[in-house]
């Protein structure tokens, strides 16, 4: 099985991460960064940590407490402000919060960090941003680790932001019909409604996934895999494998 290794130019300073969407996925996801950020610091003594910002220009609604990590309390406030407040009061932290939708006009901007992460519902979105950043060749170390879901299965698929030479595939390689896709409307204004989209879990468990792997990365500087098919029914996860010909069953062309 062939490996993903981290530049040696990422190990020892601080990572940048910009964290796209802050909802389900996003804010389950961001309380693994927190207690990452944490570990990173004491075993290296503050040299290695994560410096992030998130995105994201929604409000907290009534059907998102209890789905998501927020609080009765939250109701009516941007969700992006609400958790990097949170966490850098509790953390003494100096994250960034954004209250802004992503877009591609936002590639310049996306290019200045470490790893870009998308967890937002619309395909559509996705697929702007892959659209945009394979036009793009220069920030090669660029790293967009992508977390999608539907009901009760999900997928986390780590690669290379921008076009490169030996680019590892991000999702938007290995799944260019995203801009074809039909996105649904996501809001949803009660519980019941909400938990008939998405079954309860299902965004922490695509977000325990992409956490791991991105630790795994971080901590130890290489990968086996490079991403995830959690399939919550089946109670299965299956790798996605570094190699060619698993590329190619996607039609990908290394």
Not at 79 to 89: G, I, M
Not at 103 to 113: E, G, P, R, T
Not at 202 to 231: D, M, Q, Y
Request: proline residues 2%; contains cysteine; charged residues 25%.
């Amino acid at each position: 099985m062939n490996t993903f290794k981290l530049s040696n130019s990422l190990m020892m300073r601080p990572i940048k991460i910009a964290l796209i969407g802050a909802g389900g996925t996003g804010s389950a996801l961001l309380t693994e960064l927190f207690q990452m950020d944490y570990l990173l610091r004491n075993i290296s003594q503050n040299s290695v940590y994560l410096d992030i910002a998130v995105f994201d220009d929604d409000e907290v609604s009534h059907s998102n407490v209890g789905r998501q990590s927020f609080w009765a309390c939250d109701i009516g406030n941007n969700k992006a402000e609400t958790l990097v407040n949170r966490f850098n009061v509790h953390g003494g932290l100096s994250w960034t919060a954004h209250r802004e939708r992503v877009s591609k006009a936002h590639v310049d901007q996306l290019a200045k960090f470490d790893v870009l992460i998308t967890c937002v519902d619309k395909a559509a979105v996705r697929a702007e941003l892959g659209s945009a950043f394979n036009q793009v060749k220069r920030f090669a170390e660029t790293l967009w680790l992508d977390m999608g879901n539907d009901k009760s299965s999900g997928q986390v698929v780590l690669g290379h932001a921008f076009d490169r030479e030996n680019k590892l595939p991000n999702v938007f390689d290995l799944y260019p019909s995203l801009s074809e896709m039909v996105d649904k409307d996501e809001d949803s204004c009660s519980h019941e409604a909400a938990l008939q989209k998405q079954e309860f879990g299902i965004n922490k468990k695509v977000a325990l996934e992409a956490s791991t792997l991105l630790w795994k990365l971080l901590r130890h500087g290489e990968i086996k895999h490079h991403g995830a098919f959690i399939n919550m029914d089946e109670t299965s996860v299956q790798p996605l494998k570094i190699d060619t010909q698993t590329w190619a069953m996607f039609g990908y062309q290394s």
